[in-house]
């Protein structure tokens, strides 16, 4: 079993922001292969289970807020007796340009709260699969977590439509063949 995590906040205020390009990502996952999320009070997570290919995953969206995410994403691990090597985190990346993947099987952190909550709940292990959504260019002078909150411009909204598509392909592929195979044909820009 493997577990999907797309990070973001929950709302709908933050609804299409920046900081919630992993909920945008495992949304359209969830719709390609019909795994229906329920929210868990239990986990304080939406969570969906179903088949991709031959491998049965759970679907996870964390209602925590971002900097929590581990609170909901750890106790779900241990409760399907799943260890970290199972997990799959997508999430925003503001050094990465919008149009850009990145798979990563270990690392720090990077400054994303997300991530250092997932690091945190684990005890330290950082080395669990991600996949890196490019949410950037930052406008220079303005603080991250400001830029994190906007909303994607109406000019960004095909492009985004795009890479969503693209980590679908790319984390079904990840399933299927391994990070190492799937960063080889996703990491870096998509092609139009």
Same mark, same amino acid.
């Given at each position: 079993?493997? *577990?999907? &995590?797309?990070?973001?906040?929950?709302?709908?205020?933050?609804?299409?922001?920046?900081?919630?390009? @992993?909920?945008? /990502? /495992?949304?359209?996952? &969830?719709?390609?292969?019909?795994?229906? @999320?329920?929210?868990?009070?239990?986990?304080?997570?939406?969570?969906?289970?179903?088949?991709?290919?031959?491998?049965?995953?759970?679907?996870?969206?964390?209602?925590?807020?971002?900097?929590?995410?581990?609170? &909901?994403?750890?106790?779900?691990?241990?409760?399907?007796?799943?260890?970290?090597?199972?997990?799959?985190?997508?999430?925003?990346?503001?050094?990465?340009? *919008?149009?850009?993947?990145?798979?990563? &099987?270990?690392?720090?952190?990077? @400054?994303?709260?997300?991530?250092?909550?997932?690091?945190?709940? *684990?005890?330290?292990?950082?080395?669990?699969?991600?996949?890196?959504?490019?949410? @950037?260019?930052?406008?220079?002078?303005?603080?991250?977590?400001?830029?994190?909150?906007?909303?994607?411009?109406?000019?960004?909204?095909? *492009?985004?439509?795009? /890479?969503?598509?693209?980590?679908?392909?790319?984390?079904?592929?990840?399933?299927?063949?391994?990070?190492?195979?799937?960063?080889?044909?996703?990491?870096?820009?998509?092609?139009?």
């Amino acid at each position: 079993m493997k *577990l999907i &995590a797309g990070l973001g906040n929950p709302g709908d205020k933050y609804e299409f922001t920046r900081h919630n390009a @992993g909920f945008i /990502v /495992v949304s359209k996952l &969830a719709e390609k292969f019909n795994i229906t @999320g329920k929210f868990d009070k239990k986990f304080n997570a939406i969570i969906g289970r179903g088949l991709i290919g031959n491998e049965d995953v759970l679907i996870v969206q964390p209602m925590t807020f971002m900097n929590l995410s581990g609170d &909901a994403i750890i106790p779900l691990m241990n409760y399907y007796k799943m260890t970290h090597h199972d997990l799959l985190v997508v999430f925003d990346d503001i050094s990465l340009d *919008l149009g850009v993947l990145r798979f990563r &099987a270990k690392g720090s952190d990077g @400054g994303h709260n997300g991530i250092k909550s997932i690091i945190r709940n *684990l005890g330290g292990k950082n080395d669990f699969a991600r996949l890196k959504v490019g949410i @950037g260019p930052q406008p220079p002078f303005m603080p991250s977590e400001s830029y994190v909150l906007q909303k994607f411009d109406k000019s960004e909204e095909s *492009l985004l439509s795009e /890479v969503a598509s693209c980590a679908v392909d790319a984390i079904e592929l990840y399933i299927s063949r391994g990070i190492e195979f799937a960063g080889s044909r996703f990491n870096g820009h998509i092609k139009s």
